[in-house]
């Protein structure tokens, strides 16, 4: 089963995706992580992405592709995968398409949190406290950038699975245990059919 989450910063998409690998053996590919752990590698690329992520900026295309195609191909998704924070551009959302079609695989279901701006800040603010600031970009400012270059780029990327048929809407603003259900309902039914 492969899957695509999405949803703005603090919508809940690790956790969800953590709970979807426990109970369906997808691997979760957290785009945000990958990076995070490439910054505190301290290497020059780390350090150039590091200042892209206090910026609340997106990483060039090129770049995130070749991450994904490598992740997706290791052995650890051969069930499946859970694209947490890909694709966020058209862009990585055709490259996507042309590199699982070159596998013979496809994406089953595009799941969008939904969740309003409002809510948001006070999530991140929550996160940040409770980490102890373990996140960098976790502050009001550059959540301000970072919901700006959701709503511009990656909220466009809906409707290219929108016509697929494959976009499902949840409501990411109900307790996180019913967030979890709607997920299941939705993964069920395919399980099902
Ligand atoms: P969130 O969704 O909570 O903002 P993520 O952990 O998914 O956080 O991503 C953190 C940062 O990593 C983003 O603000 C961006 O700078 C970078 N990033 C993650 N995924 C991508 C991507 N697919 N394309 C470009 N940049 C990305």
């Known amino acids: 089963m492969n899957l695509i989450l999405f949803g703005p910063p603090g919508a809940g998409k690790g956790t969800q995706a953590q709970r979807i690998q426990q109970k369906y053996g997808a691997r979760q590919l957290s785009t945000g992580d990958m990076l995070r752990s490439e910054c505190e590698s301290g290497s020059d690329l780390g350090q150039m992405l590091k200042s892209i992520l206090d910026a609340g900026q997106l990483v060039p ?24 924070g890909f694709p966020r551009t058209l862009g990585q959302a055709e490259a996507l398409d042309e590199m699982l079609r070159e596998i013979g695989r496809a994406i089953d279901h595009a799941i969008i949190l939904e969740v309003d701006d409002g809510i948001l800040l006070d999530r991140i603010r929550n996160r940040a406290a409770q980490t102890g600031g373990a996140r960098s970009d976790d502050n009001a400012e550059t959540l301000k950038k970072r919901l700006e270059v959701y709503h511009k780029q990656t909220k466009p990327v809906l409707p290219f699975y929108e016509k697929k048929g494959i976009l499902r809407r949840i409501d990411g603003m109900a307790p996180m245990d019913d967030v979890t259900s709607q997920i299941d309902a939705v993964l069920g039914k395919k399980a099902a059919a």
Do not use: H, S, T
Not at 61 to 84: H, N, P, R, S
């Open 61 to 84: 295309d090129e770049v995130m592709v070749k991450l994904v195609a490598y992740a997706i191909q290791d052995d650890a998704c051969a069930e499946g995968f859970i694209l947490d």
